[in-house]
C-alpha cells in the first residue's frame, strides 16, 4: 500500500502527526491515534484529520496577524522617532565637514524625492515595494515596533513603513532650513528644525480636576524630554483603577485591595496628579518626603472629598510640626514604597516604558528606609494595664 501522508504506525496501529509550527510562536509535534489498524479507514481518516490541521492552521494564522491596530501614539512616536533620526543624518553630513558637506541640501532633497515615489498613496507598483522591503525590511521595522510596545502583525508592519518614509521625506524639506539664522544659533539644530511640531499626544481621557494641577514646566521641550518612550497625557489618577484591576488578573495583588489603592491615591496626591508622561525619578523623594510630613492617624479621604480633595501643599501647611514619636512608623513607610514600586514596575511596560532598556525611571525600592531591629515588638499582644485588669480581676484572685 502506498504511504500514507503524515501517518505512521506503532505497535500495528495507524498515528495521526503532524507539527503546528508558526514562526517562533508555535513549534510542537500533534499526535493523534487514527484508532484503526486497516490502512484504508486509516488514509480516509488521515485526510479528514489534513484538511481540518490546515483549516485551523489559517484561522490560527489569520488571529496572530490581526492583532491590534497602531494606535494614534503609537504613529506619532515612529513619526518622530524616524525624523528626529533622519534629520541628525542630514544636519550630521552638514556639518562634520566631509566630502559631500557642501552638498548636504541637496541630498537631503533627493532623499526626500526617492521617499516621496516609495511612500504608498493607493498601492505600491510589485517592484517599488520590493525596493521600499529593501530600503526598510520588515526585520527592522519588527524590531522597531516592538522597541515601542506596539504589536508585530503583518498590517501594522505595512502601516509603519509608510509612516517611517513619510517622516523621512519631511526630514529632507525640514532640512532645508539649516542654515536660517534661528537654526544655526540653536544649540540644538534638530530640536529647533523639529520645534512646530505638536508633541503632546492627547488621547481624549479626562482628569480629575480637584487634584489636577497643571506641571510647572508645561512646554514641548519639557515634554520632549520626558524619560518614557511615549508621553502619555492622562493624568495618574485616572489610570488608578485601571492599575489595581490589571495587578489583580495578574494575581500580584490579592483580596482586597482598599489599603493599595489609598497608597496610589496618595501618591496621585501628594505629586500633584500630573500627566503620565511628565513623572521622573524626583517623585519618588517626593513621595517619601511627603508621607513624613503627615502625622500618624492621619486621615487621608480620598481623591473627591477630604483631605485629598484639596491641594497637597494647602493641607501641609494647616498642619503642625510632627512631634516627635507621632511620624510614621518606618515600617509602613516601606510598605507605601514598595506598593508604588510595584505599580512602577506594571507601569515600565506601559506608560512608563523607559526610553533605555532595562532600567526603572521611578525606582522606590531605592528609597526603602533602613530599618535597625532592636529586637522589641512594637505592638505587643498584652499592655501593661492589660496585665493590671487581669490580675486584680475576680477571675484571678477569686471572690
Not at 31 to 46: K, N
Not at 163 to 173: E, L, S, T
Not at 332 to 359: F, G, I
Request: with cysteine; charged share 25%; net charge positive.
Amino acid at each position: 500500500m502506498p504511504r500514507i501522508p503524515h501517518v505512521t504506525r506503532r505497535d500495528g496501529r495507524y498515528v495521526f502527526r503532524r507539527r503546528m509550527h508558526f514562526r517562533n510562536i508555535i513549534s510542537k509535534p500533534l499526535v493523534i491515534s487514527l484508532r484503526t489498524a486497516d490502512g484504508h479507514t486509516a488514509r480516509e481518516r488521515a485526510a479528514v484529520l489534513s484538511a481540518h490541521f490546515v483549516l485551523v492552521k489559517l484561522c490560527v494564522r489569520e488571529m496572530l496577524q490581526s492583532g491590534k491596530e497602531l494606535t494614534e501614539a503609537e504613529i506619532v512616536t515612529l513619526f518622530r522617532n524616524a525624523l528626529k533620526e533622519r534629520l541628525r543624518q542630514h544636519v550630521r553630513i552638514a556639518f562634520e565637514y566631509g566630502e559631500w558637506s557642501d552638498r548636504a541640501l541637496s541630498i537631503a532633497a533627493d532623499d526626500r524625492e526617492a521617499y516621496l515615489t516609495l511612500r504608498p498613496t493607493g498601492g505600491l507598483d510589485p517592484d517599488l515595494l520590493s525596493v521600499a522591503k529593501e530600503i526598510l525590511p520588515d526585520q527592522d521595522i519588527e524590531a522597531t515596533l516592538t522597541e515601542i510596545g506596539a504589536p508585530v502583525t503583518a498590517g501594522n508592519v505595512a502601516l509603519a513603513r509608510t509612516h517611517i518614509f513619510r517622516a523621512r521625506a519631511a526630514a529632507g524639506k525640514r532640512v532645508q532650513r539649516l542654515y536660517d539664522e534661528e537654526i544655526m544659533d540653536a544649540p540644538d539644530a534638530v530640536r529647533a528644525l523639529m520645534a512646530d511640531i505638536d508633541l503632546p499626544i492627547q488621547n481624549g481621557f479626562g482628569s480629575i480636576e480637584h487634584t489636577s494641577q497643571p506641571p510647572a514646566n508645561s512646554s514641548s521641550d519639557q515634554r520632549s524630554e520626558s524619560q518614557f518612550l511615549i508621553y502619555d497625557a492622562r493624568r495618574f489618577g485616572d489610570v488608578i483603577e485601571e492599575i489595581l484591576r490589571e495587578l489583580k488578573a495578574e494575581r500580584i495583588w490579592k483580596g482586597d485591595l482598599r489599603q493599595q489603592r489609598r497608597v496610589i491615591q496618595t501618591f496621585a496626591w501628594i505629586t500633584g496628579n500630573r500627566e503620565l508622561g511628565s513623572y521622573d525619578h524626583r517623585d519618588v523623594k517626593a513621595f517619601k518626603n511627603g508621607l513624613l510630613r503627615l502625622p500618624k492617624g492621619f486621615r487621608y479621604g480620598t481623591l473627591t472629598k477630604g483631605s485629598m480633595a484639596q491641594p497637597f501643599s494647602e493641607v501641609v501647611a494647616a498642619l503642625p510640626p510632627v512631634a516627635p514619636g507621632e511620624g510614621r512608623n518606618m515600617k509602613t513607610l516601606n510598605r507605601d514604597l514598595s506598593y508604588m514600586n510595584t505599580v512602577s514596575k506594571h507601569l515600565a511596560e506601559s506608560a512608563w516604558k523607559p526610553r533605555h532598556h532595562d532600567m526603572l525611571v521611578l525606582n522606590f525600592a531605592s528609597n526603602l528606609a533602613r530599618i535597625v531591629d532592636k529586637g522589641i515588638d512594637p505592638r505587643p499582644p498584652w499592655t501593661t494595664k492589660h496585665l493590671e485588669l487581669l490580675f486584680k480581676s475576680p477571675l484571678y484572685v477569686g471572690g
